[in-house]
């Protein structure tokens, strides 16, 4: 069993910034397209941002510009840095791992998950 953990939610103002953390063992950080997905109540979860083997990244458009998503490789650290947050981005947010292959996007398409980490922007 692929163990992700997910660190550095909270609750913050409207144009205020977070950054999330996932660590993951180290041969799926080294092998692994990873990816960030989030989950409002009553909604589907939705891709955020993904990261493959060669740093290539690719965001959703409710993000882009605001989001970005990197790698430390010496901590086998996943991270999400999110600027100019909007009470919109209230969610939980998870760490995904091991692209099936299809719609990046798509819960479906990912194999490993984290349990997630609250984030809630207040107006």
């Known amino acids: 069993q692929v163990r992700l953990v997910e660190s550095g939610g909270g609750s913050v103002q409207a144009g205020g910034s977070l950054r999330l953390s996932c660590e993951a063992p180290?041969?799926?950080?080294?092998?692994?397209?990873m990816a960030w997905f989030r989950q409002a109540p009553g909604k589907e979860r939705e891709g955020v941002a993904a990261?493959?083997?060669?740093?290539?990244?690719s965001y959703a458009d409710s993000v882009a510009g605001r989001f970005t998503t990197s790698k430390d490789n010496a901590k086998n650290t996943l991270y999400l840095q999110m600027n100019t947050l909007k009470p919109e981005d209230t969610a939980m947010y998870y760490c995904?791992?091991?692209?099936?292959?299809?719609?990046?996007?798509?819960?479906?398409?990912?194999?490993?998950w984290g349990q997630g980490t609250q984030v809630t922007v207040s107006s």
């Open positions: 180290g041969y799926v950080y080294s092998m692994y397209t």
């Open positions: 990261v493959d083997g060669n740093g290539y990244t």
């Open positions: 995904a791992a091991d692209w099936r292959g299809g719609t990046w996007s798509t819960r479906g398409a990912w194999i490993y």
